[in-house]
């Protein structure tokens, strides 16, 4: 059948044979893109299934039962010797699977994915859009990888590539990057809606009927989103979004999206100079080595991504504002976040905000979006205005609501514990579900219990009475 195209409105669906700048039916501007689609005569369906059927073709699709299907554990996962990654992707790569890896640039993701081929070896191939072999090879060279015998193309033509995949049949196939790639049955730029589409499309089929792993790299935009349209992110079957400030060393591995696996788990890594480590242990990782007592503003606080525990700081400066409309800045934390937290700290617990800036700011780079770390930035805050110091040894963590009341979050015992080994002898939590306001047991060195480790508090007032000695 011959191709030809349309210009397809992403906002209702409307379709118009050339480009229009407004949709005459839902009435939004610049939404029309391009696809290419097969023209078909508009003929019934069973006169189209008759025809398909005298030319030769088959006039309609094999269905399997569930029990016939074969279970995916049989085929087992491709380990990309990386164990924080493969955390992330549920414990390797899913054959025929295709993993989307997003990030700003600079972030590492290249770095991390010529890490991953070194480990596959032959049986990888490279598709680079944005870099020549020379230059693929020079940074294998720098980190180490350039004799473990994986593949590079330096193509955008996606027919090109289609016949090369084809043809050397390798297990996984990283595509650098999708934005780079085009299909010549479209006459759009590269990077466009409807390129994007099409070469994902055709991807995907390509590694769902020929078993092949796909791993796309993908552009973001300014609000830190993948470029392109959004349906891109539905095809895949994981998407992983690479997180951390370029200016710093830490960065954050997080899965948005896993058909394979839990979205809950993060790897964490440090971007050296042969390449990204992994972060063992991220807690010692993000805290600050202080010598003497701690200073004012300062909060510690235990976070629970996915099933691992992770100690951040969190720093304020409260300052007397002179502007009508005090200044409300945040950096690793949701600024709405910030201003409900000041305005249920002057409403609840009696601190007056109300005339001066208010400045939080997360150690590391690290992006902080749970709950949990309410109580942290409301304590560092508290810490700041009154520039009285958190006690020494002392963490927290806690859901704070507007009544001004602490709500009990999950994986307690394990941010517990994670606190106790980090050496931190005060504990500020929630009051447990069961309401005991118990203070709760440790062991300490020498094997006694060591009393008032843990503090339960039901509302932030209290929090702050007991953090603030």
């Not at 009435?27 to 029309?32: I, P, Q």
């Not at 709760?440 to 060195?445: D, F, H, L, P």
Request: hydrophobic share 40%.
């Amino acid at each position: 059948m011959a191709t030809r195209t349309l210009y397809v409105c992403s906002n209702c669906g409307h379709e118009a044979p050339k480009w229009l700048g407004r949709c005459p039916d839902c009435g939004e501007w610049s939404t029309f893109a391009e696809e290419a689609r097969e023209s078909k005569k508009a003929v019934g369906f069973a006169e189209r299934a008759t025809r398909t059927k005298r030319a030769g073709g088959p006039a309609s699709g094999r269905t399997m039962s569930l029990d016939e299907v074969p279970p995916a554990e049989s085929e087992g996962r491709t380990g990309t010797g990386i164990s924080e990654l493969d955390r992330v992707l549920g414990g390797g790569i899913v054959p025929g699977s295709m993993v989307l890896v997003g990030g700003e640039p600079g972030v590492g993701k290249s770095t991390l994915l010529l890490q991953v081929m070194g480990h596959l070896g032959e049986g990888c191939l490279m598709v680079s859009g944005e870099e020549s072999p020379r230059q693929v090879a020079l940074s294998a060279r720098r980190l180490g990888v350039e004799g473990k015998g994986f593949r590079v193309l330096s193509e955008t033509d996606l027919d090109v590539i289609e016949a090369t995949i084809v043809e050397e049949r390798p297990q996984v196939v990283v595509v650098d990057s999708i934005q780079t790639l085009y299909s010549p049955e479209l006459s759009g730029a590269p990077g466009g809606v409807g390129q994007v589409r099409e070469c994902a499309a055709r991807l995907m089929r390509l590694a769902k009927s020929e078993g092949i792993s796909m791993v796309l790299v993908g552009h973001v935009t300014k609000d830190g989103s993948i470029a392109g349209p959004r349906v891109l992110e539905h095809m895949v079957d994981t998407v992983l979004q690479f997180e951390g400030d370029r200016f710093q060393s830490f960065r954050v591995l997080r899965a948005l999206k896993n058909r394979f696996g839990s979205t809950n788990e993060v790897g964490v890594f440090e971007m050296t100079g042969t390449g990204m480590a992994e972060v063992e242990d991220p807690s010692a990782f993000f805290l600050s080595r202080r010598e003497g007592k701690t200073p004012p503003g300062v909060a510690t606080v235990c976070l629970l991504e996915g099933t691992r525990p992770m100690l951040v700081e969190i720093e304020s400066l409260v300052a007397p504002s002179p502007l009508a409309v005090p200044r409300r800045v945040a950096n690793g934390v949701d600024t709405g976040r910030v201003n409900m937290l000041c305005a249920v700290l002057t409403r609840r617990a009696g601190l007056s905000l109300h005339d001066h800036d208010v400045y939080v700011n997360v150690t590391g780079g690290v992006r902080v979006e749970e709950p949990a770390a309410d109580l942290g930035v409301a304590l560092a805050i508290a810490s700041a205005l009154r520039d009285l110091p958190v006690g020494t040894g002392t963490a927290c963590f806690g859901e704070v609501g507007l009544t001004g009341d602490l709500r009990f979050v999950s994986g307690a015992p394990r941010r517990v514990s994670e606190l106790l080994k980090m050496g931190f002898a005060r504990i500020i939590k929630p009051e447990s579900a069961s309401g005991s306001t118990s203070k709760g047991v440790s062991r300490g060195k020498n094997g006694r219990v060591k009393e008032s480790s843990l503090i339960e508090v039901s509302t932030l007032e209290e929090a702050v009475a007991v953090a603030l000695l």
